[in-house]
């Protein structure tokens, strides 16, 4: 089954601890991003990534990082951890050329108090 | 920058009857896609109706249909013959053509379907 897979789909950690949310798709997708979904904002992009080893900054990229070693995973890293981070996230994946449809994760649910 | 907007935060139907919920949006470019995505409960993102702005003909999935307006980048979403599976949280999105370009969505429109 094509299919974008997150985990945890629920965390909820302190300020400062440092934690990374998976993201694995299996459908030899070149494109992945990762959004946050906050209410009354609608879902903002984070970070993007067109193919292995290449990454670059959504609208809202301070406090993330990410990594892209192999073409299937594309892992979101917070370092440090703030609660204004406590958000939605999602992983999201598309072919890169023409108006391929994009596939999201199920959406993790992260609390940082 | 593409905006999109969505300026109805809520809206009812009851059950069988037809919905229509509003998107406009800002941009410059020519060519490009316009997406309305459903969120239920369960939060999962899932494609509802596709548009390729080179194409002058409404897209249509079964009970669901658009108004496409370039001219106006209006993009409104009819529901027919609303199902109580229909409430959820509905997201109008655009994309521009090109590899590297992000999703850009509105805030919302959160429906309930009433019996």
């Known amino acids: 089954e094509a299919q974008v897979t997150q985990n945890p789909r629920y965390l909820i950690t302190v300020t400062g601890k440092k934690l990374t949310v998976t993201c694995s798709q299996n459908?030899?997708?070149?494109?992945m991003s990762w959004y946050r979904q906050d209410p009354g904002l609608g879902l903002r992009q984070i970070y993007y990534s067109m193919n292995v080893e290449v990454t670059d900054k959504g609208d809202v990229p301070e406090g993330y990082k990410v990594s892209r070693k192999e073409k299937r995973n594309f892992p979101l890293i917070l370092e440090s951890p703030s609660p204004n981070q406590t958000s939605l996230y999602f992983c999201?994946?598309?072919?890169?050329?023409?108006?391929?449809?994009?596939?999201f994760g199920p959406g993790t649910r992260l609390t940082v108090t | 920058a593409q905006t999109v907007t969505q300026s109805q935060p809520e809206m009812s139907v009851q059950e069988a009857e037809t919905v229509t919920l509003s998107c406009t949006y800002d941009?410059?470019?020519?060519?490009?896609?316009l997406f309305w995505y459903k969120q239920p409960p369960s939060r999962q993102m899932i494609l509802v109706i596709r548009q390729e702005a080179y194409k002058q003909q409404n897209a249509t999935e079964n009970r669901f249909s658009v108004n496409f307006q370039k001219a106006a980048k209006s993009f409104s979403l009819k529901i027919s013959d609303s199902q109580l599976g229909d409430a959820a949280m509905y997201f109008c999105a655009y994309r521009r053509t090109g590899t590297a370009s992000k999703l850009t969505f509105g805030t919302g429109t959160r429906l309930q379907v009433t019996l």
């Open positions: 459908m030899n997708h070149e494109y």
């Open positions: 941009t410059s470019e020519s060519d490009y896609y």
């Open positions: 999201a994946s598309r072919h890169l050329a023409g108006g391929h449809e994009q596939y």
